[in-house]
């Protein structure tokens, strides 16, 4: 299935070093595949991807994609108050 | 020498040092500028007249060698909003201050004379009050060039430029930082204040400071050292802020339908990343420019940053996402370095780059200039503004002025000050922060989270009510507590991670005046604090009716989310329910 992939600040370049595009760029994946797999297909660490938008809200790790989906990952450094005024960090 | 009140009264030019009241000695910053605004000024006087006073107050822990204590806070009656208004910066001011013995400067009355204007010059003995014609009409980097002519290169200076002579409500007060570039004391029009007092600039003498005296030095290193770990620790003061400064918000707000765009009519800008933390990094880092640099001395977040053209010019520095979302996603600026432009002649013009550019954004409105058209906003704001021209005046008025003169109805502000950045009916809970703060819609007012008083209840959903008036009744707490310190409000994003955060910021503070604070004691601060400045807005003549947002935003719907801001009254009333 198709998704849109946006990721942003420090997980930009590490995508770049790997060739991978990562701006409103369609990404081929096959099903099932949740974030947590998602996040491994990028051939990023777990603990670089702090928080994911899914349809631009956040969204639990578990969440199973959907055919074009709109997901966005974003690494630790979301400024504080907004970590949870946007639901990234639990009150 | 123990801290003394500087008073100076400008009616008739005279000074006077006190000695600190017992109840003001263990305030500072924020706690002691509002204190003394809500003590000694009427609520109901007229914010240019002569019974307001403008006062400055440097932070419990300014001029020690804490990180991230060099904020000064200024507070008066602000005659954007009415109401009590405090705005802290960085800069050389606050530090230079504290070693000098200054625990505030209260200046008040108004000279006789009309034409004149003053530079007040503060050293440890005396305040000297010169009359500076040759400063008259000009901006704030002619001033700075000036006092360094005049006085040693580290002088602290605090001035106004042509916009705050003519006393319009978007002047900001500029503050000198260590590499000689502009800091501001920029919400609520204080620059329009400081022109109604004649005063052009305020320096600080920095020849014969001492350093400030710690009464537990062994303990306040063991603290410094401490406190000073968990921000270069913690991925937003330690890596995030560094690398892409605030504006690393852009995308991130996009990306959730929070990003105001074309006046608050949608919540994502299609062109979001000509202008996002990212982009600019990249163009940082062509250029020669530099991603990280501290507004005040001791800083080890280095939020701000250097940004050049093409040409590796300097264009601005501290080069903050709310002023880059207001020229760019607000006002349709595509072209970040017009945006930075802008940005650096906002600082020698000393205007406060919220205001000004939410209200560049309504004059589309108003049918003053097209969406995007970054020629006509910079004209605007080099010439028609600076000049004092009819239209100059109005703009220069500010964004509640520009749509009561234009019959507007979509005006983006509350208690009359430009609603920043963050769209309210898709983050709810800093809407909920808007229409209470006592300072008008601030961003600021709600940025730091105590964790010891926050209930835990798991993750807030943005778009939905349940918890929002909590949470911003948290931040804003907080943000008062730790404005009060004098601590720059970005040490809250460790306290919100490293639970070894904010007792070792209360530890320097007990370390530095021998008392035993506790968390609840700061954090009743923050309290008391907030509560102080909502009774003199009370006492000036708000009502709930004023702890309200546009009305626009209560029937207009916001895509992408499709949402309201559909909070009662009674809802947003339980704010103050502590």
Known sequence: MRIILNAFSFLRDKLRLQGIAHIEAPMEITSPCDVHRLISLLGLKPEDVEAVFINRVIMPKETLLNENDRVALLPPGTPGSYRLMLGIKKV | MADKIYRVNMSNLSFKIEEVPASWMGLGGRGLTSTIVAEEVDPECHPLGPNNKLVFAPGLLSGTSASNSGRNSCGAKSPLTGGIKESNVGGTSAAIMAKLGVKALIIEGLPKDAETFYQLHVTKDRVEFILVPELIGLDNYAVLEAMAAKYDKKVAVMSIGRIGEMRMNIANISVKDPGGKLRSHGRGGLGAVMGSKKIKCITVDAESYKEVTIENPDKFKEASKIFTKTLQENPISG????????????????????????????????????????????????????????????????????????????????????????????????????????????????????????????????????????????????????????????????????????????????????????????????????????????????????????????????????????????????????????????????????????????????????????????????????????????????????????????????????????????????????
């Open chain 2, 239 to 578: 890596q995030g802020l560094p690398a892409f400064g605030t504006n690393v918000l852009v995308n991130i707000l996009n990306e959730a339908g929070g990003l105001p765009t074309h006046n608050f009519r949608e919540g994502n800008w299609e062109h979001a990343e000509k202008i996002c933390g990212e982009t600019m990094a990249e163009n940082i880092k062509a250029r020669g420019g530099k991603t990280t640099h501290g507004c005040h001395a001791g800083c080890v977040i280095q939020c701000s940053q250097v940004y050049n053209d093409k040409d590796g010019n300097y264009l601005t520095s501290g080069f903050e996402y709310e002023t880059i979302w207001a020229l760019g996603a607000h006002l349709g600026i595509q072209d970040l370095d017009l945006i930075a432009k802008m940005d650096g002649l906002m600082d020698d013009l000393g205007v406060d780059s919220i205001e000004t550019s939410v209200m560049l954004g309504l004059a589309v409105d108003a049918g003053i200039l097209a969406y995007g058209d970054g020629a006509r906003a910079y004209e605007l704001l080099s010439h028609e503004i600076p000049t004092g021209t009819p239209l100059g005046r109005i703009l220069g008025a500010g964004t509640h002025i520009l749509g009561k003169a234009y019959g507007l109805v979509r005006v983006p502000t509350v208690k009359g000050q430009g609603i920043p950045a963050y769209e309210p009916r898709a983050v709810k809970g800093q809407g909920i922060t808007y229409a209470t703060t006592p300072m008008g819609a601030d961003h600021t007012a709600g940025y730091a989270v105590a964790t010891n008083i926050l209930n835990s209840g798991g993750h807030i959903d943005p778009l939905k009510k349940e918890g929002q008036v909590e949470l911003a009744r948290n931040l804003q707490i907080a943000s008062a507590a730790v404005d009060s310190t004098g601590m720059c409000i970005f040490v809250a994003f460790a306290a919100l991670d490293d639970a070894k955060c904010l007792p070792s910021l209360i530890d320097m503070i007990n370390a530095r005046f021998g008392c035993a604070l506790t968390i609840d004691d700061v954090m009743n601060l923050g309290k008391n604090i907030l509560k102080k400045e909502h009774e003199f807005n009370i006492k000036a003549g708000f009502g709930k009716a004023d702890d309200r947002l546009p009305e626009f935003m209560k029937y207009e719907t916001l895509p992408p989310h499709n949402v309201t801001w559909d909070f009662t009254g009674e809802e947003i009333d339980a704010f103050w329910n502590f």
